[in-house]
């Protein structure tokens, strides 16, 4: 089997293979062994090549530059390895690395990696203040000694990466993501020095962009002079032209601070102070006015007003009671008037039968039938008697 993917791999021919040089080893007189990174992928291959390929003239070869090799790829049967035996080396020119961080830069934002709707406000004042930077660099003191110029409590947590060279963008990367998960850490700050763009490469690489981009904490980034753009400067959500400029923007001056709540103090001073002025000559003009000055001057008209207004109640009660008292003396009247008793009093009277049915004809009654006769003074029992066949 090994023999088989030998041949297969033996058939491929030359390939063109585009890397930055991550080791450089020349062994002997003859051959020179290097490992070809791409650090995109994360992936190594290494390479061989005769001394007089890796010496040509024009060409310095050296860990960290970007090279284009053309080689055949080999399959070593022995150890079961795969590598490449470079015919040719040319170094990357400025032209090329520029073009290629750009392709990565239209990539990267056709994303979305880039929205300014992704960005975030950073923390007010921020109690610790992640820093990714290089060990005793510019950068490092830039950062930290003007930030706690400014605002003296503030904490840092800094950890050193390599900030160039082919494992510089690795090496960020874990920085990076250990402060983001680090909850005491509100905001995070990526600070290198100027450099040329060879140097600046690692920050416009494709792996640290994407992690800057998928950090929960806000992200600073001050990486090189004002002058210099890298590809993590459209990812962070805030870009600072030097480090020193980072520190300005990630913690408040206290002094400044100081100056604006003394403004603010004293202009809440002056506006309460204007407020309680017009309302004691508010209070002053109502204490003023005739009603509150001499309360007792409503009193006593109203005294006037109150025994009206008890006369007129009494005279109108006494009108009613009058009024239904005559109208009581009427109905009183139409009632007598209406009422049998009176009918019995002028002489008149009821004559009704045992069961008290009225007696209307003399013919309803027999002779000797006993009746009763209701008269004004009160009743009497009669007997009915027929002379001559009247009653």
Not at 246 to 272: C, F
């Amino acid at each position: 089997m090994a023999r088989k993917v030998a041949e297969w791999i033996g058939r491929l021919g030359e390939v063109w293979v585009e890397g930055q040089v991550a080791q450089l080893s020349r062994r002997g007189a003859a051959t020179v062994f290097l490992t070809l990174r791409d650090p995109a992928a994360d992936l190594s291959v290494p390479v061989t090549c005769s001394r007089d390929v890796a010496d040509r003239p024009g060409l310095e070869l050296a860990e960290g530059a970007r090279v284009v090799v053309r080689a055949r790829p080999d399959y070593y049967i022995a150890r079961g390895s795969f590598s490449l035996r470079a015919t040719e080396i040319r170094a990357v020119g400025l032209g090329e690395l520029l073009a290629r961080i750009e392709r990565i830069r239209r990539l990267l934002a056709a994303e979305g990696l880039f929205d300014a709707a992704r960005k975030r406000p950073l923390p007010f004042a921020p109690a610790v203040v992640g820093v990714v930077t290089g060990r005793d660099s510019a950068a490092e003191r830039d950062v930290l000694v003007t930030a706690r110029r400014r605002w003296p409590a503030v904490r840092f947590a800094v950890h050193h990466s390599l900030v160039q060279g082919p494992m510089a963008a690795a090496s960020v990367i874990e920085g990076l993501q250990r402060l983001d998960r680090d909850p005491a850490v509100e905001v995070i700050v990526v600070a290198r020095g100027g450099g040329s763009v060879e140097d600046l490469l690692p920050f416009s690489d494709e792996g640290l962009v994407r992690a800057i981009a998928a950090c929960r904490t806000p992200v600073v980034t001050a990486v090189g002079h004002e002058t210099d753009t890298t590809l993590v400067d459209h990812a962070a959500d805030v870009r600072a032209a030097t480090p020193t400029d980072a520190a300005h923007r990630v913690v408040p001056e206290i002094g400044e601070q100081r100056r604006l709540v003394d403004g603010l103090r004293a202009r809440a001073r002056h506006l309460v102070g204007v407020r309680l002025e017009q309302q004691e000559r508010w209070l002053e003009s109502v204490r003023s006015r005739p009603a509150l000055a001499d309360p007792q001057r409503l009193l006593h008209g109203r005294a006037d007003d109150v025994e009206q207004l008890r006369t007129r109640a009494r005279r109108t009660l006494v009108h009613r009671l009058e009024g239904a008292e005559r109208d009581l003396e009427h109905a009183r009247a139409r009632v007598a008037a209406l009422s049998p008793a009176a009918t019995l009093q002028r002489g008149y009277a009821v004559v009704q039968r045992a069961d008290g049915a009225l007696v209307r004809e003399p013919g309803e009654v027999a002779d000797g039938e006993l009746l009763s006769v209701r008269v004004a003074g009160g009743r009497l029992a009669v007997r009915v008697s027929r002379e001559d066949g009247e009653p």
